[in-house]
């Protein structure tokens, strides 16, 4: 089972054997005699074949990833990891699948037994509860965030006491527990935090924003950049479309990314990663479960209505009530929501939630109530009965699905005197090469996505481009679907774990850009990372004693087999 990458490792790798093999030429006078083995040096035992066993091999493992085309990384990873995979006795078949419907399937479906996919580091996952609540047990219904299915009584009573903590640094011991004990049972291998690295044409716009996990496709850029022509348009290339505008149905970065910039929401979060007030103009906390909030006066809708305390009251619980469960976890602590009067909205918990600004009220979009209020069931909307009505700075022109779509400024937002771009064109490419192209020729003036690690030193060769490399405290990561045999044994999770070799997809794959994985709190978020939690490196050794120790064993034909076949 062999992809691009391994042809391309073998290749390498074969050159250094040849080189090895045959090495220069040499002068007679060079040649030096080699002394004769040490006699008393006793030569290593062979390694002990295991006992072959009789008995039902175990079924093929399904391994999902992206198309070559969308993510050439994950698509060649795949196929390393399966190789390696094989090596220990499984039978292993890579099922290259398109973006939107792998997500589907991993999310909405759960069919799959090991998927490989990403969280994107965007800057409201700082606080570790949205990738920690990626492992907790109430969040494995389909449409979860823990398609997995993992559940941990340990790990999920510290998950609901972390949220609760008023204390940073007894959080933070929670947090780092957390990490441990699922490092242990190993329900997700964090692959990798690849480096964003990304570019931008600096003789078309200035000003761009940086940030760590999102590089400069935030959404502060479009409030800081500057026009350097008569070109006011600013124009992303990305090579993926979203999976829905329907803000009660999209799950995937693509989709947020784009309408976040045309829904406001109550608080922002800075490139300083600080809450700032924005559909909000003032909140007070008279406990740790009361939230006061007092909206922004004088704010509209895109169709010219007047945004209400009545319709921050309904998005809250019209969330709620659909029970999306892309937003529950950010939203299940809520008892209540309620406007005593028309400037104020007043939201009470069950219980303290400490992130509450940061991560609640800085990622639901303020939904217009007299448009979505006749919906009974939002999930459902077919693609051209989705509103598009925000009251977000950028208004939404068009989406054209698979080729482009637009915005432009919103002239009655309160910051649209401040914004001095026009609006924003995205064009969609088939893969990242497209892009890469379209930023080559001038089409596009910056990328949405990661540059591939061989067009970085062609972009950097640029005068024209500017190339930015930003930390990432996102992961690519390898899901086991626990519900399914063999991956409810930890033990086989475990022993998958170790025929991984990061440091080689890392330094094939991505030319050196990364950092082997270990959890789903990030080293450069060094407040919550723990970096003592278990680790498995790459070693077959182990992963074998693993299994043994398990009681699998192995065919005539090298074929595992479970215990007591």
């Known amino acids: 089972?062999?992809?691009?990458?391994?042809?391309?490792?073998?290749?390498?790798l074969g050159l250094a054997l040849l080189l090895t093999a045959c090495p220069a030429e040499v002068d007679d006078d060079d040649v030096v005699e080699l002394d004769d083995p040490d006699p008393d040096v006793e030569e290593p035992e062979p390694e002990e074949e295991p006992e072959e066993v009789e008995g039902e091999p175990l079924p093929t493992i399904t391994l999902d990833t992206t198309t070559e085309g969308y993510?050439?990384?994950?698509y060649e990873g795949a196929f390393m990891i399966a190789e390696?995979?094989?090596?220990?006795?499984?039978?292993?078949?890579?099922?290259?699948?398109?973006?939107?419907?792998?997500?589907?399937?991993f999310y909405d479906e759960q069919d799959f037994q090991a998927t490989i996919l990403g969280w994107s580091g965007r800057v409201d996952r700082l606080d570790p509860h949205h990738f920690l609540g990626t492992l907790y047990g109430g969040?494995?219904?389909?449409?979860?965030n823990n398609p997995g299915g993992w559940v941990n009584d340990e790990f999920d009573e510290l998950f609901r006491q972390q949220r609760e903590e008023p204390e940073e640094d007894t959080r933070i011991e929670m947090v780092q527990e957390m990490q441990a004990i699922a490092a242990e049972e190993m329900p997700v291998n964090v692959l990798f935090y690849r480096d964003e690295v990304v570019a931008y044409n600096n003789e078309k716009f200035e000003g761009f924003v940086e940030m760590s996990g999102e590089a400069i496709y935030n959404e502060w850029t479009p409030y800081e950049v500057s026009p350097l022509t008569d070109d006011a348009m600013l124009t992303i290339g990305t090579p993926e479309?979203?999976?829905?505008?329907?803000?009660?149905?999209?799950?995937?970065?693509?989709?947020?990314?784009?309408?976040?910039m045309y829904y406001d929401k109550l608080v922002r979060l800075s490139p300083e990663v600080e809450p700032e007030m924005w559909a909000a103009e003032a909140i007070d906390t008279p406990d740790d479960t009361t939230y006061e909030v007092t909206l922004r006066d004088g704010m509209t809708f895109h169709d010219g209505e007047a945004v209400t305390v009545d319709d921050i009251v309904f998005t809250f619980e019209y969330y709620i009530d659909n029970e999306f469960g892309y937003f529950?976890?950010?939203l299940d602590m809520i008892e209540s929501v309620e406007a005593p009067d028309e400037s104020t909205v007043v939201f009470n918990l069950s219980e303290p939630f400490g992130p509450f600004i940061n991560v609640t009220l800085a990622q639901i979009p303020i939904l217009p109530e007299h448009i979505w209020g006749d919906i009974d069931n939002p999930a459902d909307l077919a693609p051209d009965e989705i509103p598009t009505v925000g009251s977000g700075p950028f208004q939404f022109d068009r989406f054209d699905a698979g080729e482009y779509k637009a915005m432009t400024v919103?002239?009655?937002h309160w910051t649209a005197g401040d914004i001095e771009i026009e609006g924003i064109d995205y064009n969609i490419y088939a893969d990242a090469e497209g892009v890469f192209t379209g930023l080559q020729t001038e089409e596009i003036d910056m990328t949405a996505w990661r540059l591939e690690p061989g067009q970085v030193p062609l972009a950097e060769d640029e005068d024209f481009l500017t190339v930015v490399n930003a930390p990432d405290f996102g992961y690519y990561h390898l899901t086991f679907n626990?519900?399914?045999?063999?991956?409810?044994d930890v033990a086989v999770r475990q022993a998958l774990s170790h025929a991984i070799d990061k440091d080689t997809i890392i330094d094939v794959l991505l030319d050196g850009r990364g950092e082997p994985g270990s959890s789903v709190v990030a080293p450069s978020n060094p407040t919550w990372h723990n970096p003592d939690i278990t680790r498995y490196d790459y070693d077959m050794d182990r992963a074998r004693e693993l299994l043994e120790e398990a009681g699998y064993g192995w065919d005539a034909d090298g074929r595992i087999v479970a215990p007591g076949s």
């Not at 969040?139 to 979860?144: A, N, R």
């Open 1 to 12: 089972m062999r992809g691009p990458a391994l042809a391309r490792l073998a290749t390498l």
């Open 71 to 74: 993510d050439p990384i994950r």
């Open 84 to 105: 390696a995979w094989e090596e220990l006795g499984f039978e292993v078949e890579v099922e290259p699948t398109e973006f939107g419907t792998l997500l589907e399937r």
């Open 139 to 144: 969040h494995t219904d389909p449409g979860g």
């Open 241 to 260: 479309e979203p999976d829905t505008i329907n803000p009660l149905d999209s799950t995937s970065v693509w989709g947020w990314k784009f309408m976040r």
């Open 328 to 330: 529950m976890p950010f």
């Open 410 to 412: 919103f002239a009655d």
């Open 482 to 488: 626990v519900r399914e045999e063999p991956f409810d």
